[in-house]
């Protein structure tokens, strides 16, 4: 490794960041290619901050990263890669060792992951480092052939069972430069980002559930976006959840483990 360069990232460092997320991403568990414009996105809207994420570069080629997102006291690791050539090196422990003692030092008391359940390689390395799995994330699609034209709600998060996970939150929306839409009634909302399909958030306000209104709601979103939705990291410890999306007909894709160190 002593030829390979760690660093912080910076702003500038973003096109060789792009090309390094695609490679390293091109064989994973769930192939994900972004354009330059949706990772962007991704990454602005998971609070990312260059200073607070690290690469490691071969030459001026970067070959590992991780990049963190910060929110008050918490980081949020929003993808760590290495790309093929250069694997079992040992540059995830590097990155996480490099890491540690920076996000302390910004005022960070926590720092938080998600890797796919069947990644136990990733998940034992992240235990090795004080992380401890706090939640499983289950990831749902749904897909409807019709619904009804809802009106426009409001997001009350407060009527959500359990918090959502770093993505899903209220504040990462906000960080959203996609627009994004709130479908709804005084009984229930879904957000619905229509670029890609995303639902970071569904709720039915608890005393009118089981009426019909969170099938309703995900029509709507399906045919709002014409796509496929995408239901991710919903806590699989809230089983009416995972029953009422079955019901309604939505596939279960992956499950996740979200971990979190106390830094």
């Not at 995303?198 to 559930?209: I, N």
Request: glycine share 8%; with cysteine.
């Amino acid at each position: 490794m002593s030829s390979l360069l760690t660093r912080a990232l910076h702003d500038a460092d973003f096109e060789a960041v792009h090309a390094a997320f695609v490679e390293a991403f091109s064989d994973y568990v769930i192939k994900l290619s972004p354009t330059r414009e949706q990772l962007a996105e991704m990454l602005t809207r998971r609070g990312y901050v260059p200073d607070a994420s690290v690469g490691i570069f071969d030459g001026q080629r970067l070959v590992a990263f991780t990049l963190n997102g910060i929110d008050g006291d918490a980081a949020y690791d929003s993808g760590t890669g290495v790309v093929p050539s250069h694997r079992r090196r040992g540059l995830a422990r590097a990155m996480l060792e490099f890491l540690t003692p920076r996000l302390k030092e910004r005022g960070c008391t926590r720092y938080v992951l998600e890797v796919i359940d069947a990644n136990h390689a990733a998940a034992e390395l992240y235990r090795s480092h004080r992380f401890v799995e706090t939640r499983k994330l289950q990831c749902w699609s749904f897909e409807s052939g019709g619904g009804e034209e809802l009106a426009e709600g409001q997001i009350r998060e407060e009527w959500c069972d359990v918090a959502p996970s770093w993505q899903n939150t209220t504040a990462s929306i906000g960080r959203a430069r996609d627009p994004h839409i709130v479908l709804g009634n005084d009984d229930g909302y879904a957000v619905l980002f229509p670029s890609n399909g995303d639902v970071p958030q569904l709720a039915v306000r608890p005393d009118a559930r089981r009426a019909g209104l969170g099938t309703r709601l995900l029509r709507a979103a399906s045919r709002k976006a014409g796509k496929p939705l995408r239901i991710i990291n919903i806590d699989a410890g809230e089983e009416g959840i995972a029953r009422f999306l079955t019901a309604a007909g939505a596939i279960k894709t992956v499950m996740q483990l979200e971990m979190i160190r106390t830094l």
